[in-house]
């Protein structure tokens, strides 16, 4: 299964282990999205006495919230995409295709006149299942110089920060925040406490 298959190549890497990676990437997937996987992000439109008139769809999707390149975001979706098929074991520049690649990532590489994938198109996460959504953040952080390894090195927020969000205007305490109040949650349920 790809998600046991790129699990074990990050535990391999980690310092870590898997419920503790698993943890980390559902506190992202809360604090990104609220934890829903079909979520598609919007942003507000303000007039120009800067009052908010509407909304326009802006460039994340789903658990993750990874971004469109259309609609002026960074294409990190595809970026993830291509990221899976190396850790699968292809090679777009070398013409390998990876040995088991699963149906669902297909769509997003085109076959040129050599017989050989090239990506193709945007990657919209929100279109995809949770799990594969998990897979490609893995793959992506697996890619990622330093992120399999700073897991539990570094405070979550700090992870979050450097790993995930990457920009300049990163709330921490907004994550620590939706972090705590998941993790409460969580307990409450565990010990049946209303």
């Known amino acids: 299964e790809p998600y046991d298959y790129i699990m074990e190549k990050v535990l391999q890497k980690a310092n870590v282990d898997q ?35 509407g909304s326009k769809e802006g460039p994340g999707r789903g658990l ?24 699968l074991g292809g090679d777009l520049i070398q013409g390998k295709k990876p040995t088991n690649m699963p149906k669902w990532m297909d769509r997003y590489f085109s076959i040129n006149q050599w017989g050989h994938h090239e990506a193709s198109g945007d990657v919209d996460f929100s ?3 949770e799990e594969q ?10 890619m990622t110089e330093g992120a399999i390894k700073d897991i539990g090195t570094l405070a ?30 969580e307990f409450r349920k565990l010990h049946n406490i209303e």
């Open 127 to 129: 279109e995809l299942t």
């Open 64 to 87: 993750y919230q990874y971004e469109l390149e259309t609609l002026g975001g960074s294409g990190a979706g595809r970026v993830a995409m291509n990221r899976l098929y190396a850790a």
């Open 19 to 53: 419920d503790q990676v698993e943890r980390l990437m559902t506190l992202v997937g809360v604090h990104e999205s609220g934890g829903d996987p079909n979520i598609r992000q919007k942003s507000n439109v303000y007039n120009e006495k800067n009052e908010v008139i």
């Open 133 to 142: 959504q998990k897979i490609l953040f893995l793959a992506d952080k697996l």
């Open 156 to 185: 979550d927020h700090e992870w979050w920060a450097k790993y995930h969000h990457k920009g300049a205007d990163s709330n921490v305490q907004k994550f620590s925040n939706d972090a705590a109040r998941y993790l409460k949650g």
